[in-house]
């Protein structure tokens, strides 16, 4: 199962990488720029055909892809005949358009992951009544609650064990008191003292029973006992409720990812450490982490609705965090050139205010030192990254 939750995310991380280079791809041919090769992966070739002046392919490590066109710096080399076609003698706009469209398609297909799980599933609500765990036992302290340790011979039922409460069953009414939410029935428990006869009120297949137990006590722990735990549900919607939940989410996605990138410098010293999960590197992982996390909950015992949608979630928050960091101002990312051709057109309305000639663009060799060190950067924090998810992997729980 773990296999399989691996093959399935880089089956989505294929069709994201497919998708960010089609977006560069359909802009820069809509506005006659010539692209030669449209190839997923990197490495040796393992297939390609020619359709027209493009050159199909996928190459041997899946692990990225590429759309070639021609003239996209200063530097390339390009045809007398192919000039005018060259990505480098478009206007700025367009430019900046064919660039953006990569991160552009991420942010496309997270958004619609999103309100696609909304609308066939229905939205996550992990605030109701409905018994997700019915414990079996009185937890001998409050450490052994915590851990969640397997109960013993020695160990006393649990009220809820006693009360005949099951999973599945929706609590309406606990001592008298009406609850709907996970919440409020909580409340209602912890206004009851341990030694106390309640009673409690659920919906079990659409038949209401009433359900009497004396709360427990464990060591340590204030308050009395039961022994449940709420679940998850899917509550279905409208494609107007879910194209609101798909915004939202996408937004929160894009906040966390933003919060991510900024806590990364302070998370690298603690990726090995063995509380890793509880640090800021609990927090950022790679895409080993990333397929992981996918074989984890695949394999996990819970409903098929909980592994769809943590995995169809992990998949979009993904998508957004690629989409915004390769949007960053440096080089050689998408954003490094487009903080480039803003550049070049800054310099040139300048220009054109002193009444001088556009002075055109900017001098790629001068900015290669900068753009191999942030590429050597990248390399040893992925490879880092990388590392730790091998060696100190985060179990999602």
């Known amino acids: 199962m773990d296999l399989l939750g691996w093959l399935i995310f880089l089956f989505a991380l294929l069709f994201s990488v497919m998708l960010h280079e089609a977006g560069h791809f359909g802009t820069a041919k809509y506005f006659g720029m010539k692209a030669t090769r449209f190839f997923v992966g990197f490495g040796p070739t393992v297939w390609s055909k020619r359709r027209g002046e493009t050159e199909y392919g996928v190459k041997a490590l899946p692990v990225g892809g590429f759309v070639k066109i021609i003239g996209m710096t200063s530097l390339e080399e390009v045809d007398p005949v192919d000039e005018p076609r060259a990505f480098r003698r478009f206007p700025g706009w367009q430019r900046v358009v064919v660039l953006v469209a990569g991160s552009f398609m991420h942010f496309i297909l997270a958004f619609v992951l999103i309100f696609g799980l909304a609308l066939g599933i229905g939205i996550e609500n992990d605030n ?17 609650l915590n851990n969640n340790v397997a109960c013993t011979a020695t160990d006393a039922k649990s009220p809820a064990s006693l009360a005949g409460l099951r999973v599945g069953d ?9 609850v709907s939410t ?15 006869p309640v009673a409690i009120t659920v919906d079990r297949a659409g038949q209401s029973l009433t359900l009497h137990t004396t709360l427990a006590t464990v060591p340590g722990r204030a308050g009395g006992y039961l022994g ?3 679940s998850t549900v899917f509550d279905s919607t409208s494609p107007l409720r879910a194209a609101q939940y798909a915004g939202t989410g996408f937004w929160q996605v894009l906040s966390g990812s933003v919060q991510a990138l900024g806590q990364l410098p302070a998370a690298l010293p603690d990726l090995f450490s ?28 819970v409903g098929w609705q909980n592994k769809v949608s943590f995995i169809v979630l992990l998949v ?3 998508n957004v965090f690629v989409g915004a960091f390769n949007l960053l101002p440096l080089l050689p990312l998408d954003g490094g050139h487009i903080a ?10 300048l220009a054109k205010l002193r009444r001088r000639p556009d002075p055109g663009l900017l001098d790629y060799q001068k900015l290669l030192p900068i753009s191999m060190s942030v590429f050597l950067v990248l390399v040893v924090v992925g490879l880092m990254l990388i590392t730790a998810d091998i060696l100190n992997p985060i179990s999602i729980g």
């Open 170 to 178: 929706r609590v309406t009414a606990f001592n008298g008191t009406q």
């Open 274 to 301: 063995k509380n890793r999960a509880s640090t800021p590197a609990g927090n950022v992982s790679s895409i080993v982490g990333a397929a992981n996390a996918t074989g984890q909950a695949v394999a996990a015992h």
């Open 316 to 318: 979009a928050s993904l």
């Open 228 to 230: 449940i735990a709420g």
């Open 182 to 196: 996970y919440e409020q029935l909580t409340s209602a428990i912890k206004k009851a003292r341990a030694g106390e």
């Open 340 to 349: 480039i051709v803003i550049a070049e057109r800054i310099r040139a309305r």
């Open 128 to 144: 109701t009544t409905q018994l997700g765990t019915v414990t079996t036992c009185v937890p001998a302290s409050v450490t052994a």
